[in-house]
């Protein structure tokens, strides 16, 4: 079973950018998807962004526009690009593999995420 470990979070002002990654502990199969989640505290986790393996991504409106993600071509790496960063954006961020059109359906067990907190 896969299993994956989330780095790159921080404290940042509003407006600001950080770069989340999340490797995974084998390479990637194809036809597999992964996604990006977050969870602000006394909320539920939510579904950001999904990337194939053939690179095709889909984005909760809430972040369109501002996030991107990708995948490194070993594919054992994912990527979270966040720019004009806000303060609802604060929140636990954590990756896992997932179905590309259910978000909630997910494949791998949840890492420990990390911390993004964005200050106004």
């Known amino acids: 079973q896969v299993q994956f470990v989330e780095s790159g979070g921080g404290l940042v002002q509003a407006g600001g950018s950080l770069r989340l990654s999340c490797v995974a502990s084998r390479r990637t199969f194809t036809g597999e998807a992964y996604g990006w989640y977050r969870q602000a505290p006394g909320k539920q986790r939510e579904s950001l962004a999904v990337?194939?393996?053939?690179?095709?991504?889909n984005y909760v409106d809430s972040v369109k526009g501002r996030f991107t993600i990708s995948r490194d071509n070993d594919k054992t790496t994912v990527f979270l690009q966040m720019n004009s960063l806000k303060p609802e954006d604060t929140a636990v961020y954590y990756c896992n593999a997932r179905n590309f059109v259910v978000g909630s359906i997910t494949y791998g067990p949840w890492g420990q995420g990390t911390q993004v907190t964005v200050s106004s």
């Open positions: 990337i194939t393996s053939d690179g095709r991504t």
